[in-house]
Nanobody
C-alpha cells in the first residue's frame, strides 16, 4: 500500500513563499513520475510540476520560474518550493506518484490547502 502524506500548506500573502513536502511510505525511486497537482472547487485537477524517471522536470506554464520541485530518493520525499505566490495559486495541492507501464496507476495524497491572500 502506497501512502503519501503532504505537509506545509497554509495561508500566505501574495508575494510570499511556502514549501510543500510529501512523504512516501515506499521508495519513490520505483515510480515513473512523482510530483504535484492542484485543484480548485469545481475545476479539474491540474498538473503543477513533476519529475520523471531520469530526472526530467516539467512545470505548468503558470508556475514556471516561481515554483521548484525536488525529490530526495534517500528520504522518499518530494518537495515543492513556491515563491512569489499569487492569489490564483490558491488551491488544494496533491502529491502523486505514477507507476511504470504497461498498467499505469496514480497514487494520491490527501491534499493540503494553500491560500494566497491579496
Amino acid at each position: 500500500q502506497v501512502q503519501l502524506v503532504e505537509s506545509g500548506g497554509g495561508l500566505v500573502q501574495a508575494g510570499g513563499s511556502l514549501r510543500l513536502s510529501c512523504a512516501a511510505s515506499v521508495s519513490i525511486g520505483s515510480f515513473y513520475a512523482v510530483g504535484w497537482y492542484r485543484q480548485t472547487t469545481g475545476k479539474e485537477r491540474d498538473l503543477v510540476a513533476h519529475v520523471i524517471s531520469g530526472g526530467i522536470t516539467n512545470y505548468a506554464d503558470a508556475v514556471k520560474d516561481r515554483f521548484t520541485i525536488s525529490k530526495d530518493n534517500t528520504k522518499n520525499t518530494v518537495s515543492l518550493q513556491m515563491n512569489s505566490l499569487k492569489p490564483e495559486d490558491t488551491a488544494v495541492y496533491y502529491c502523486y506518484v505514477q507507476t511504470f507501464g504497461p498498467r499505469v496507476f496514480n497514487y494520491w495524497g490527501q491534499g493540503t490547502q494553500v491560500t494566497v491572500s491579496s
